[in-house]
């Protein structure tokens, strides 16, 4: 008996259902496009898809639930940005069939780049980051309407920390409309019931900061400045496994922070940012960059520099594509920046320690937890104390001095000393 021919099947994903459709390596229709419930699709895929097949679908809300379950049962399940099939295939006509078909067609003919399939701990991270911006714009959003009505009735508001308990009375007491108080009354009510659950977020991230496979990266991230927690865990989610970015070039593009360029002929213009990317990365870049310019010295004489040249939001975005090639530089040669100031970064590292009690329930002081740090960097061997919120902090010794160097230790004590060059 013959094995079954190769066929090129496309799936195109939607809530309820999937439109499922397959040519062969000649590009004819072997299996016309036929509308199958989501519900059933599972039965339907082990009944009629061959183990020779291969399958394409485009990324969307199902995409990672559907290539799970087809992996085992074809040859190949590959994975395809719209976007880019937009760019390929784009038609003034357009239906489910249509879409289905050209996909297949596409597929066969080898021209569909296929994008990255995240393992699993990847796309939980994601899950976790977009879950958390998710309850921080809810929150947002009832903090800005609050103060809309502070500006709407040209009412000054207390010192302070605006929504802390402490002001709530004085919220209460304020000269407005029955409606207007009662809508006072629930923004705080969501505030208060979010700020809870965004906290139970963050220490779940804090908890996965401190695990493999995120903690060996997280040291050489949070060294950065302008770089936390919640920054470094956000950029290891966008970014997944580094090693797919040949160079800091293709990072930049991956983020959108990389500028448009129009080149024809005589001409040759360069305009903004492209903003095809992943949101998250680019988004989390700018406010650590906005972060760096303020607290280092070389960043901050960078952005200085750009601002006069160019203006403030174009020059925060040059010194978020610059930081991001920074990162690219010390996730990829496991190095230490170039710029590092060994006490920042031991602050760094005790802000780190000290978040959710990651250092206590490691079994560590804080003091330890930021010597542990330091000598995965391989740097800080002789600090003995550090200055930390107003108090000294006396460190433990380095391990790295103490013990008899391993091969190992030598190596990663050589790969901590390598210099970070900014692109």
Request: aromatic share 6%; net charge positive; proline share 5%.
């Amino acid at each position: 008996m013959s094995e079954p021919m190769r066929r090129y099947v496309a799936l195109d994903l939607h809530k309820s259902y999937i439109v499922a459709g397959a040519v062969d390596g000649q590009q004819r229709v072997v299996l016309k496009p036929r509308r199958v419930p989501f519900a059933k699709f599972q039965d339907w895929a082990k009944k009629h898809l061959h183990p020779t097949d291969a399958v394409v679908v485009e990324a969307g809300t199902n995409a990672w639930f559907v290539h799970d379950r087809l992996e085992p049962l074809v040859d190949q399940v590959v994975v395809v940005h719209p976007y880019h099939v937009k760019l390929i295939a784009a038609s003034m006509v357009k239906t489910d069939k249509l879409d289905t078909l050209v996909l297949a067609h596409l597929l066969a003919a080898n021209i569909l780049p296929a994008i990255w399939v995240p393992p699993t701990h990847v796309r939980e991270l994601r899950a976790l980051v977009a879950h958390r911006q998710r309850l921080v714009r809810q929150r947002s959003a009832a903090k800005n309407r609050l103060h809309s009505v502070l500006h709407r009735h040209s009412i000054t508001p207390p010192q302070g920390n605006l929504f802390s308990q402490a002001n709530r009375t004085w919220w209460a007491t304020l000269t407005v409309s029955s409606a207007e108080r009662l809508r006072i009354r629930q923004d705080l009510a969501i505030m208060d019931y979010l700020s809870p659950l965004i906290a139970e977020v963050e220490a779940q991230l804090a908890q996965l900061s401190t695990a493999e496979p995120w903690a060996d990266q997280m040291t050489f991230l949070i060294q950065l400045p302008g770089v936390g927690l919640i920054s470094a865990m956000t950029i290891l989610a966008a970014v997944g496994d580094i090693t797919r970015f040949p160079t800091p070039k293709n990072l930049v593009g991956y983020s959108g922070l990389g500028a448009r360029v129009h080149i024809s002929g005589q001409s040759r213009r360069k305009g903004g940012i492209t903003k095809q990317g992943r949101r998250e990365l680019r988004t989390v870049m700018i406010e650590s960059a906005w972060s760096a310019v303020r607290a280092h010295p070389a960043w901050k004489a960078q952005f200085a520099r750009l601002e006069r040249r160019i203006g403030a939001q174009k020059a925060i975005v040059a010194i978020a594509r610059k930081l991001l090639v920074v990162v690219w530089h010390v996730l990829t040669a496991r190095a230490v920046d170039r710029q590092a100031e060994t006490e920042t970064v031991a602050r760094s590292f005790m802000t780190w320690g000290a978040r959710h009690g990651l250092a206590r329930n490691l079994e560590l002081s804080r003091a330890q937890f930021v010597r542990q740090q330091l000598d995965r960097l391989g740097i800080g061997h002789s600090l003995q104390t550090f200055k930390y919120c107003g108090r000294i902090y006396k460190l433990p010794p380095s391990e790295l001095i103490l013990t008899q160097p391993s091969e190992e230790n030598t190596g990663q004590a050589a790969m901590g000393a390598e210099e970070v060059v900014y692109a």
